[in-house]
């Protein structure tokens, strides 16, 4: 499986950041979206990080590389999220 994904609507260049456990490093991919600011995905783990653009940092768990691929190709990041993502997955807040 990939460990970077990359994705077309990527605004800004990549940023390392640490895994939502404290752990590996995931690279933070920045969305041309109004309601995401950037996501992050640990393939091994299957844990997707998404920073909101209010400032919100929420990882998720369980989620299938299938999932991610998904909302970095929809035309709609946000929506994709609200539709595939949200209340769909395990998640808890980190900031």
Request: charge should be positive.
């Amino acid at each position: 499986m990939e460990r970077n994904l990359r994705c077309a609507t990527r605004t800004e260049p990549e940023e390392k950041a640490t895994g939502p456990d404290g752990g590996q490093c995931m690279t933070e991919i920045t969305l041309n979206s109004s309601l995401l600011a950037a996501c992050a995905y640990d393939p091994d783990k299957q844990l997707l990080r998404i920073r909101f653009r209010n400032g919100g940092l929420y990882v998720y768990q369980q989620v299938p590389m299938a999932i991610i691929r998904a909302l970095l190709q929809a035309t709609s990041h946000g929506q994709y999220f609200n539709t595939a993502i949200r209340g769909k997955f395990p998640f808890r807040r980190l900031s």
